[in-house]
């Protein structure tokens, strides 16, 4: 997706380890944010930002954190990995606040914790 | 509780064929309405967007319609083609909410030659 990259794009992780998901953007776009889409459910909203160093909670941030040191890059960090963290992540940007506004998403990280 | 319920869970179609997906929502109060289009493996990208007035909106092919006073809202494509094959969400944001969009489960269509 142009202007919107996610890495890695598969991950396999241990239960208790740490796992980091990279959201990078060249759209100098001021909203980020991170969700989770697990099969029969809407995407679900865990962490977005609102500039460098402002973030807040979703509806689904335990066992997740996130930083936001640059315009660019928006990290989400499960600080240890438990199986139901098992899911595709996704990382979607918009320009103005996103209840008026399109989101431009990126194509996902999937990760397996085991 | 802010809900939205998308019908038919999956839907199987011949090529060329139309069909309608159906989006009920519970959210209020309303601020707006999107589609999205999620092909496998993909994110989800944007469709239309419509808000409180506005009762239809068409994006090539794909036309949505929506009735604020029922809460329903539908997505009619046209003669489908197999590129149209993919997961079509329905997505509605409430005005109190600064951030928080509330998404359907998503219709999984699947177009046959």
């Known amino acids: 997706d142009a202007g919107i990259t996610q890495s890695p794009r598969h991950k396999v992780t241990e239960t208790g380890t740490p796992v980091t998901l990279r959201c990078h953007q060249t759209e100098n776009h001021r909203y980020m944010y991170w969700y989770r889409q697990d099969p029969g459910h809407g995407l679900r909203l865990i962490h977005y930002?609102?500039?460098?160093?402002?973030?807040d909670k979703g509806e689904v941030s335990d066992g997740y954190s996130v930083s936001r040191s640059k315009t660019e890059d928006f990290l989400l960090t499960l600080e240890s990995a438990t199986s139901s963290q098992t899911s595709v992540y996704f990382c979607?940007?918009?320009?103005?606040?996103?209840?008026?506004?399109?989101?431009?998403f990126g194509s996902g990280t999937r990760l397996t914790v085991v | 509780k802010n809900q939205v319920e998308q019908s038919p869970q999956s839907l199987i179609i011949l090529e060329g064929k139309n069909c309608t997906l159906q989006c009920n929502y519970t959210v209020s109060p309303f601020s707006n309405l999107r589609w999205y289009k999620q092909d496998t493996g993909r994110g989800p990208v944007s469709l239309t967007i419509m808000t409180f007035s506005e009762n239809t909106k068409s994006n090539g092919r794909y036309t949505a319609t929506l009735d604020a006073d029922t809460k329903q809202s539908s997505l009619h494509i046209t003669a489908s083609q197999l590129s149209d094959s993919a997961s079509y969400i329905c997505?509605?944001?409430?005005?109190?909410?600064?951030?928080?969009?509330?998404w359907g489960a998503g219709t999984k269509l699947i177009i046959k030659p």
């Open positions: 997505v509605v944001s409430a005005e109190d909410s600064n951030y928080q969009l509330i």
């Open positions: 979607a940007i918009s320009d103005h606040q996103g209840r008026y506004n399109g989101y431009t």
């Open positions: 930002s609102y500039g460098v160093k402002d973030t």
